[in-house]
């Protein structure tokens, strides 16, 4: 039997976990953010996609906490018009769990969980020192979406940092060499592991 459900007869969480069980596989920004006072904050999003190539912008949702307050990430980004995406590698998930636990503005997921941090290229948020790719964002726009509202960042990538050994010999990016590990629905997660290659049909 075919199920349609209404989104505007179900209730806000509903629609949540729909939209977030079936809208899969979703990958992981990894984002480091510094407040105005210093404070270094480190958390998971996965409503991330790519929006633009030219300049390349990508896009983030991030939702209010439960009082109403943005999330640090989003003040941060905010404030000070700069952050750093990170992929999510297999070997990452636990640190990146541990991450998403909502602490006070004032303390650091990174001294907190013991995350090792290096300066960033061009912008001053630092970078995870174990992720081996790395999107230095200058804050492109910011727009509250929807009810709740959804503080909408999309993010201009000034600098692609690359750990060695991912490009191959013609500069493209090796995706044999990386291990991503991508959100499902609830707490269940997916790694990309069988790739098979698909080729467009040529235009005539
Ligand atoms: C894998 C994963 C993905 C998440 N995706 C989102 C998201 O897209 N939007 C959001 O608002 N929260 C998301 N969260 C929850 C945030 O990580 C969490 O609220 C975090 O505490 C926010 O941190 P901040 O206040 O330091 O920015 C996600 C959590 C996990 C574990």
């Known amino acids: 039997m075919t199920e349609v459900l209404l989104p505007s007869e179900l209730s806000p969480s509903r629609n949540y976990f729909l939209l977030t069980s079936l809208l899969v596989p979703r990958p992981i920004a990894w984002v480091s953010t510094r407040s105005a006072a210093g404070v270094v904050n480190v958390a998971p999003f ?7 190539g030219n300049p390349p912008i990508l896009g983030l949702g991030i939702g209010r906490r439960a009082d109403g307050r943005p999330k640090d990430t989003a003040r941060n980004a905010i404030e000070t018009g700069e952050f750093v995406v990170h992929l999510v590698e297999e070997d990452q998930v636990e640190a990146m769990v541990g991450c998403s636990a909502e602490l006070e503005p004032e303390v650091s997921e990174a001294e907190a969980l013991g995350l090792v941090l290096e300066d960033s290229r061009l912008v001053q948020p630092p970078s995870l020192a174990r992720a081996r790719v790395r999107l230095e ?43 991503p590990v991508s959100r499902l629905g609830g707490a269940w997660y997916a790694p990309v592991r069988d790739r098979f290659r698909a080729q467009r049909p040529t235009n005539k």
């Open 137 to 179: 964002c200058r804050l492109h726009q910011h727009q509250e979406v929807g009810n709740g509202p959804v503080d909408f960042l999309m993010g201009e990538v000034v600098a692609f940092v690359l750990a060695e050994g991912l490009l191959d010999e013609a500069g493209r990016v090796d995706e044999e060499q990386l291990q």
């Open 46 to 52: 996965s409503f991330y996609g790519g929006i633009s």
